[in-house]
Every structure is written in C-alpha cells, then in structure tokens.
C-alpha cells in the first residue's frame, strides 16, 4: 500500500452505510490514484467469496438444560424482582444502630485545663468534688477503725510488759499493713472508673504518699 | 403468527419455557455459523452456542429493549467468541498454510455433488478465517457476515473507526492471498 486513503476506500466500498459524498470524495480519488484503483479491483471479490457460505443447521441439543440447571438456583421470574431481603438489610441497620449510639455518648469537654473526650454515660465521670467526698468519708472511716483497734489492743494486751507492748505494736503495724491494702484496692477500683482531670490523678497520688508516709 | 423478540423475552422472563424455546431457536444458527467459521470446528461452534445462550438467560431480566435484542445477543455473542477463540487459539500461523491445501475442483454445473461441494466451501471458507489473526478474523466476521457497520464494530473491539478500517483491509488483503494460493 502506497496510498493513505487505500484502507478507508477498500473499507468504504464494503460498507452498504457509506454517506454518498464521502463515495463521491473517493470517486474523486480513485480517478487520479492509481495504487487504490489496483487495490479495489484486486479485493472487491473477497468478500463475495466469503459469503458463497452455506449456513448449515445445528445439530440437537438441550435448550431447556441451562433453564433446568439454573432455575435450581433462581428463576427468571424471581430475577425480575430483586428486593433486598431483611438479611441484606440487618448489616447496615447494625452499623447506623452503632453509629448513633456512639454520637450519643461521646462528650467533648472543654475546660481551663484544656479540652477532653470521654465516653459513656454521666454517671461515669469522677469530679473533683466526688473525689474529695470519697477520701474525706474513706479517712473518717479509716481513722474510726484505727480507734477501734487501739481500743480492742488495749483490752486485750491491758498489761504494761515489754511483751505486750510488742504485741500491741505488731498488731498495729498488721492492721497497718492491711489498711495500705485495702487503700490500694480502694485506688485500683478508682483508676477502673473514668475521672475527668489531671488533678484526680495527683490527688490520688498525694494521698497514697501521705498515707505510706512513716 | 410469529411472536416478537420483545414478546418472547416478556414471555420468558414470566416463566414460559415455550417461549425461551422459541427465542433460542430463532437466532441459534446465526450463533452457531459464525461459531463455525470462527473457530473451525462444529464442537467449539456448539460450545459457543450454548455459552451465549447460558449468558443469555442469566442476563435476559437487564435486557430493556431498548436497542434490538440481535444487536444486545451480538455483544454477549463477540465477547463469548473472543474468550473462545483466546482459549483455543485454533490453527497454524498464517505463513504455514502456504505450504499445504488442496486445489478445489472446477465444477461449475448443478449436479448430486453439490452439497458435498458446499461443505467443501464452508470448509474451505472457515479455514480461511481460521487462518487470520483473530482481532481480524473478527472484523471480517462481523463486516462481512453480520452486516456491522464500522461505527458498530468499532466500540465492540474497543477500538477507534480508522483503526477497525485499516483492519478490515489487512484482513482482505490476507484471505486474497489465501485464495489466490488456493487456486
């Protein structure tokens, strides 16, 4: 091929949607280009060879099998009206569902101290004010049962020996011991529980110093 | 009175296994001879008639009819035939087959022999096709047997129109030598 225009023209001249000015543009052509002249009479009869063929029937086969097979599984008809069942529903129901209810309890608080986010209900949150209450009433009852103790001891270990003076202060240094206890498990529930502030935190930190304090 | 295509599919879709019976039989020839000429072998043409009629009726209920259902079955038919002709990569390159053929006898005169002389033609015809590269063999099928124009063809292939043209004239070009050397 030498011409440019040769596979538009061979194409063309197959083509029975050709517009007839394009057909007059290659009219046009063709009178001044040998090369596509020889082209167009060289492969005008392909085509026509091509078509001698004879459309041959087909052998049997099953038409309705693939019916058969795949209306095990869904039908025409049911394919027609696909609504979404409530199983296609319930993943998307869940996640608004959770969605909201997170939005719902989450708080954003912002204070002197800087802002926060906390999650859950009101009742979770620690104040300062609680905190103080809590240590106030835990040191009355703290100092109530030391008296307690120091009254039992006395009337159990009434004698002034150096014996029972040891006694006495071992007693003290185990009910001691296990006072310390019972403040750490006092704290560690603490800690379990949401607080607001930084101060929570420090005060707690005073207290257990001040109460491991010889 | 012969039903519409569009009537068939309503028929079908409501359920009628008569009239899917009816809308296969209506087009399956035109499938299985393009199968024929396109993968050379009657086997491979009915494995062809039977993807796109499978295609078919699992896709029937997106058929909107708003183009011909010819034009909606000739996509699935093309995209069928390109996975075929892909997996089966039927016949020897297109230089080979200089070396071998035998000359078709001269017999112009009607007589008994002439649908042996007919299968000889399809045979003759498909080996041909079988022979182009397939992007031709396509192009060729779908001008010269399905009547496309290249603005049809050329969004099927995924192709631009200048392109399908250029094709289409290589591929004439090639059967006219297979022919030339066949007689």
Redesign the interface.
């Known amino acids: 091929?030498s011409c440019p225009h040769?596979?538009?023209i061979?194409?063309?001249h197959?083509?029975?949607?050709v517009p007839a000015e394009v057909l007059q543009r290659h009219r046009v052509h063709l009178d001044t280009c040998w090369d596509c002249r020889q082209e167009l009479l060289?492969?005008r009869g392909?085509?026509g060879?091509?078509?001698?063929?004879?459309?041959?029937?087909?052998?049997d086969?099953d038409?309705?099998g693939?019916?058969k097979s795949?209306s095990r599984r869904k039908?025409?008809?049911s394919?027609?009206y696909q609504w979404p069942t409530i199983g296609q529903w319930l993943p998307l129901v869940a996640s608004l569902l959770l969605a909201v209810a997170v939005m719902t309890q989450t708080r954003l608080t912002i204070g002197p101290q800087g802002w926060s986010v906390s999650f859950g209900v009101q009742s979770a949150v620690l104040s300062a004010q609680q905190l103080d209450e809590y240590l106030t009433a835990h040191a009355n009852t703290s100092q109530t049962e030391t008296r307690e103790w120091v009254e039992a001891a006395l009337q159990t270990h009434g004698q002034t020996t150096a014996d029972s003076i040891y006694q006495w202060m071992t007693y003290i240094e185990q009910q001691r011991a296990l006072d310390v206890q019972r403040m750490d498990a006092g704290f560690e529930q603490l800690m379990n529980r949401d607080f607001q502030t930084v101060d929570s935190v420090r005060q707690l930190a005073s207290y257990v110093l001040y109460q491991e304090a010889p | 009175m012969d039903q519409s295509d569009n009537q068939l599919i309503a028929a079908?879709?409501?359920?009628s296994?008569p009239a899917?019976?009816a809308l296969?039989?209506r087009h399956?020839?035109r499938v299985?001879?393009l199968g024929?000429?396109l993968l050379n072998n009657?086997d491979d043409a009915?494995d062809l008639?039977?993807d796109v009629?499978?295609g078919v009726?699992?896709n029937?209920?997106r058929f909107r009819g708003e183009s011909q259902f010819s034009t909606w079955l000739f996509r699935i038919v093309h995209n069928k035939a390109v996975d075929l002709i892909r997996r089966r990569q039927a016949g020897p390159e297109i230089e080979d087959w200089f070396e071998e053929g035998t000359p078709e006898p001269a017999n112009n005169l009607p007589g008994p022999l002439d649908s042996y002389l007919?299968?000889e033609?399809?045979q003759r015809?498909s080996q041909?096709?079988s022979r182009l590269p397939p992007a031709q063999r396509l192009i060729?099928e779908l001008?010269?047997?399905q009547?496309l124009?290249?603005e049809e063809i050329a969004p099927l292939q995924d192709i631009p129109v200048?392109t399908?043209?250029?094709r289409?004239?290589?591929a004439?070009?090639n059967?006219?030598a297979m022919?030339e050397a066949q007689t």
């Open positions: 091929m040769t596979p538009e061979i194409a063309d197959c083509d029975a949607d060289s492969l392909v085509p060879e091509l078509l001698r063929w004879q459309s041959i029937p087909l052998p086969w038409r309705s693939m019916v795949t039908t025409l008809a394919r027609s | 079908a879709l409501a359920g296994l899917w019976d296969v039989r399956e020839m299985y001879n024929l000429r009657p009915l008639v039977q009629f499978l009726y699992r029937l209920y007919e299968t033609m399809n015809i041909f096709m060729v001008k010269v047997f009547a124009t290249f200048n399908a043209k250029t289409f004239y290589t004439l070009k059967l006219k022919i």
